[in-house]
């Protein structure tokens, strides 16, 4: 085990702010130095919104996972980051890994999985811990120890949800007996938290392993949101090493059965997404991703640089027959400074070329008229980025191949668009949001420029465009501040 300093910690931390290298994100969450992957511990509480996320201060490697913390009222100012819980004792030697947050009596409590290994064994421990005034976490009790009997030690990332007043735990994990990924769901009793066993789905062989599960409501219809591993990439989806996506149906707690479920859907198309969390808020379902991969550092240069990875914008879901939509929440409208109309009313059009700011919102409605395929590129000096919808094929293509640094590669989904596409693009230095048909897909992706350039959009269409129109805004950043 490490040793945490963590007043040093602190104190870098205090001295890094804003963060001055050029890939570093305005307005997504990254750390100044150190790696970061998982949002845990969302939570609302006291009139605040609490946002932890797993972090390796020591170095960027996938080690000495902690637990930092943000507050922000409004997904626009937020507190200074600090460390709030760090491996320290015999239980989460290996890692405080990712949980959650909710609020109990008074107190903002987490649920997090204490990581310990012992030569190849792994020994999961889920354990709850409180909120203290000075922003760390206080370690308390573990509600279950160990992995139960037909599971083996890759069991974690607990989830409390709530049905009929009663408290509820879903976990990821990994079958023993034919070593395939599922979920298991725990039951609050007088005595204790009780194991009710696994979920029955439709889904079959699916993975090897099912990490960061999310339990969702909306109206009667429950949705399972895991990320499984082990997927092989097929021609529109899976693309990724390791996927994150969901199941919607009805959940019965009785039978332990997700009855009539949809297929598995993935809630992002980029090359950046992972282990997502979401938490409700005056019936706002919030979800907050992890931008970047296990297993591929590699394809992040910031590496060199001490720091590695981001998080998505929060971003609000909504549920229509069967499917998640979702966009950044209205908060981040707030961050809108410049406004130019873009509005091209003339039949023949075949290209449109505009200038970017630093951080930029893009709401583009182009009607296709006679065109069957549209290219928007969005250019760094030499290097580039392209969506390409093809009409005839209803496929969106995202390639990355005119990148020069960092992960790139080629991403393909199935898009309905009809007549007119719409796109909203969230341009920041080296993290891209799209979303798609009013949210209907998404897609993140971390691009890392060559050189210091302002990206400049380009929309191009072999046939003459029926008309473009939409709006191109300059964002201002996040702020940071010893209080929110
Ligand atoms: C997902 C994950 C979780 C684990 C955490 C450790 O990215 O592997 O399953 O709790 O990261 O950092």
């Known amino acids: 085990m490490e040793t945490f300093d963590t007043k040093a910690i602190h104190g870098r931390l205090a001295g890094s702010y804003p963060m001055q290298h050029r890939w570093h994100n305005r307005f997504h969450l990254e750390m100044p130095f150190g790696l970061i992957n998982d949002p845990n511990g969302l939570a609302y509480f006291n009139g605040t919104y609490h946002i932890f996320y797993q972090w390796n201060p020591l170095g960027c490697e996938h080690k000495n996972k902690s637990w930092a913390h943000t507050v922000t009222r409004d997904f626009i100012h937020y507190t200074l980051p600090e460390l709030s819980m760090w491996p320290d004792d015999v239980h989460d030697k290996d890692g405080c890994y990712s949980g959650c947050g909710t609020v109990d009596n008074g107190d903002l409590r987490v649920l997090y999985t204490c990581n310990r290994k012992e030569g190849d064994v792994r020994i999961p421990a889920q354990r709850f811990g409180t909120l203290q005034s000075d922003g760390t976490v206080r370690k308390e009790e573990i509600i279950i120890p160990d992995h139960p009997a037909g599971i083996t030690g890759h069991f974690r990332d607990p989830y409390i949800f709530t049905r009929h007043g009663h408290r509820y735990i879903v976990l990821g994990a990994q079958r023993a007996e034919d070593e395939k990924g599922t979920v298991l769901i725990y039951g609050e009793q007088a005595d204790g938290w009780h194991n009710l066993g696994e979920v029955q789905t439709r889904l079959g062989d699916f993975g090897y392993m099912w990490e960061c599960p999310n339990l969702l409501q909306f109206g009667s219809y ?82 060199e640089k001490g ?20 966009r950044p929440v209205r908060e981040m409208r707030d961050l809108r400074v410049q406004e130019t109309a ?143």
């Open 222 to 303: 429950d949705v399972l949101m895991f990320c499984p591993q082990g997927l092989p990439e097929r021609e529109f989806d899976r693309q990724n090493i390791y996927q994150s996506g969901y199941i919607a149906g009805h959940l019965s707690l009785d039978s332990m059965d997700m009855v009539q479920h949809t297929k598995f859907q993935e809630l992002d198309h980029g090359f950046d997404f992972y282990a997502p969390q979401t938490f409700e808020h005056e019936g706002r379902h919030i979800l907050i991703g992890w931008m970047g991969m296990p297993d591929k550092d590699d394809e992040y240069p910031t590496k």
């Open 307 to 326: 720091w590695m990875y981001s998080l998505t914008m929060p971003r609000e879901l909504r549920l229509r027959q069967g499917h998640i939509y979702s």
């Open 342 to 484: 873009v509005e091209i009313e003339d039949t023949s059009v075949k290209e449109l070329v505009r200038p970017l700011f630093q951080g930029a919102e893009i709401l583009l409605n182009i009607e296709f008229g006679e065109a069957r395929k549209v290219m928007l590129t969005l250019a760094f000096g030499l290097e580039q980025v392209v969506f390409a919808y093809d009409r005839d094929d209803q496929v969106m293509t995202i390639d990355r191949n005119g990148m020069h640094k960092g992960g790139r590669g080629i991403r393909r989904f199935k898009l309905f668009a009809d007549t007119q596409l719409s796109l909203e693009l969230f341009v920041d230095r080296s993290a891209i949001e799209v979303f798609f048909q009013h949210g209907e897909e998404a897609a993140s992706l971390l691009v890392f420029p060559e050189k210091n350039i302002l990206p400049e959009l380009r929309l191009t269409a072999a046939e003459p465009l029926d008309g473009v129109n939409g709006t191109i805004w300059s964002l201002d950043s996040f702020k940071y501040q010893a209080d929110c």
